[in-house]
């Protein structure tokens, strides 16, 4: 069965949005950006190397859509162009990227696509999509890179709602600039 591991970068507060930076109004956008760590990038390029595709819900699937195809000659742009890409989206008619496709239940179509032939399916931010999934119990890992700053607001990843989810740290270490990577699976 196909693992699903979804991969967001967090702040000390629990903030996810706008890491890289126009993703929304945030005050503090591109707060991922001011930290130079050569061990955080290529923990990003073998984290895409291990997978065989993509899950994304449809804002980070618009945004990546309108930047990686205008890329390529490099490690992370060919793979992201190339692999398959699922987006869940209720209102998304049609996608054009390369190898897209669209799902429309989170729950039904996310199970079928983790009982498909394939490797590892990788999240990449999709906050809303994320919560779902945890909802549903559909993730087999969360890895959080945790930068040393708080912005004091912002989307989150868990919401106040009194929902319980136990998590098992499988795999933790610091990188340059301060930096966690925290690798952690569910307890079901």
């Known amino acids: 069965m196909r693992r699903i591991i979804v991969t967001e970068f967090i ?9 890289g930076g126009n993703e929304t109004p945030h005050p503090h956008a591109g707060w991922q950006f001011t930290y130079d760590s050569p061990e955080g990038e290529k923990y990003k ?5 291990s997978v065989d595709a993509l899950l994304l819900g449809r804002t980070t699937y618009e ?9 390529s000659g490099n490690e992370f742009a060919d ?10 989206s209720r209102s998304l008619q049609k996608v054009e990227w390369n190898n897209s496709h669209i799902l429309r239940d ?6 079928a696509l983790k009982k ?20 549903y119990d559909l993730i087999d890992e969360l890895r959080l890179m945790m930068h040393p700053l708080s912005i004091g607001g912002g ?34």
């Open 155 to 188: 989307l989150r990843l868990f919401d106040d709602n009194r929902e319980l989810k136990k998590f098992e740290l499988k795999h933790s270490r610091a990188v340059d600039g301060g930096i966690l990577i925290l690798e952690y699976q569910p307890i079901c």
């Open 63 to 71: 945004g990546f859509a309108a930047y990686w195809p205008n890329q």
């Open 106 to 111: 989170v729950s039904k179509d996310i199970e």
């Open 45 to 49: 390029l073998d984290e895409l190397a």
């Open 11 to 19: 702040t000390l507060d629990g903030v996810i949005e706008a890491p």
């Open 79 to 88: 793979p992201i162009n190339k692999m398959p890409k699922y987006v869940v």
């Open 116 to 135: 498909s032939d394939g490797g590892d399916i990788l999240v990449y931010g999709s906050a809303t999509l994320v919560k779902s999934l945890l909802h």
